[in-house]
T-cell receptor, first 116, second 112 residues
Framework: AQKITQTQPGMFVQEKEAVTLDCTYDTSDPSYGLFWYKQPSSGEMIFLIYQGSYDQQNATEGRYSLNFQKARKSANLVISASQLGDSAMYFCAMRELGSNDYKLSFGAGTTVTVRA | ETGVTQSPTHLIKTRGQQVTLRCSSQSGHNTVSWYQQALGQGPQFIFQYYREEENGRGNFPPRFSGLQFPNYSSELNVNALELDDSALYLC???????????FGSGTRLTVV
């Protein structure tokens, strides 16, 4: 079963505007972590933001914020004030802390293109 | 901290050959994981090593194997290469298994 679902294959956003990337997840583990990564064409996975399942507040890191709705099992990423350098592939990932290997399960990703 | 470096960056191999990909983790990082990312898809977990022992494995056949060394470097070995093994292979390290991961830029393997 798919653990992470990203339903938006690609999105266009105007420079300086905000964009929301959707992510839903599926787990029966009560303890888990949710991650967002940015992958530019160079290939490196760049960590953006983290939300723990027991965190009471939504995570924020600069222009990135995570809209965590636990009951809906969604963890949407909001990028505010988009910049041309934000054009990249974005992945949502989950780590179930009840497992022994702490592996990351990734979604299929969303391509973001920022227009000038 | 010097980050995670992978070598080579690109590689072309023939079906049936064997390949070794290398990763140099951040100093002090005891955990290293390898992921396979096919074109247009998200990364898939191959396996994880913690202090030189494999402690987790994804749905990959035994011809995918690995090693982790005391100097925080590691290897991914793939035997009997198949065309479907063509992908970006990512290495990720963390201080301990429950910490966040730092990824390298990957090795792009093409099997012809």
């Amino acid at each position: 079963a798919q653990k992470i679902t990203q339903t938006q294959p690609g999105m266009f956003v105007q420079e300086k505007e905000a964009v929301t990337l959707d992510c839903t997840y599926d787990t029966s583990d009560p303890s888990y972590g949710l991650f967002w990564y940015k992958q530019p064409s160079s290939g490196e996975m760049i960590f953006l933001i983290y939300q723990g399942s027991y965190d009471q507040q939504n995570a924020t890191e600069g222009r990135y914020s995570l809209n965590f709705q636990k009951a809906r099992k969604s963890a949407n990423l909001v990028i505010s004030a988009s910049q041309l350098g934000d054009s990249a592939m974005y992945f949502c990932a989950m780590r179930e802390l009840g497992s022994n290997d702490y592996k990351l399960s990734f979604g299929a990703g969303t391509t973001v293109t920022v227009r000038a | 901290e010097t980050g995670v470096t992978q070598s080579p960056t690109h590689l072309i191999k023939t079906r049936g050959q064997q390949v070794t990909l290398r990763c140099s983790s951040q100093s002090g990082h005891n955990t290293v994981s390898w992921y396979q990312q096919a074109l247009g898809q998200g990364p898939q977990f191959i396996f994880q090593y913690y202090r030189e022992e494999e402690n987790g494995r994804g749905n990959f056949p035994p011809r995918f194997s690995g090693l982790q060394f005391p100097n925080y470097s590691s290897e991914l070995n793939v035997n009997a290469l198949e065309l479907d093994d063509s992908a970006l292979y990512l290495c990720a390290s963390s201080l301990e298994a429950e910490d966040g991961y730092t990824f390298g830029s990957g090795t792009r393997l093409t099997v012809v």
